[in-house]
């Protein structure tokens, strides 16, 4: 649930993305994927950057359905 709070909503949606992402890697299969809806903001490169490692391709996707005011966009 989103507090309005936009750095610390940021910064609780990075923590929990990071932890899902360590949580996952062990279950996945040889090309297996990961997706996540993430904010954009302040350590975003270290998370995109760690699935860079990980995956042979990492893409930032903003649906068109999104508001253009909105910072959330999707790692797949």
């Known amino acids: 649930r989103l507090t309005g709070q936009y750095d610390r909503d940021q910064a609780i949606s990075l923590e929990l993305v990071a932890m899902v ?3 996952t ?4 299969t040889p090309g297996g994927s ?6 954009q ?3 975003i490169e270290g998370v995109v950057n760690a ?3 990980r995956f042979s391709r990492v893409q930032r996707f ?3 359905a999104s508001r253009n005011s909105s910072s959330e ?3 797949v």
């Open 51 to 53: 699935a860079k490692q």
């Open 41 to 43: 903001g302040t350590g």
């Open 62 to 64: 903003s649906p068109d």
């Open 21 to 23: 992402f360590d949580f």
């Open 73 to 75: 966009v999707f790692l």
């Open 34 to 39: 990961f997706v996540t809806k993430i904010f």
């Open 25 to 28: 890697l062990p279950l996945l």
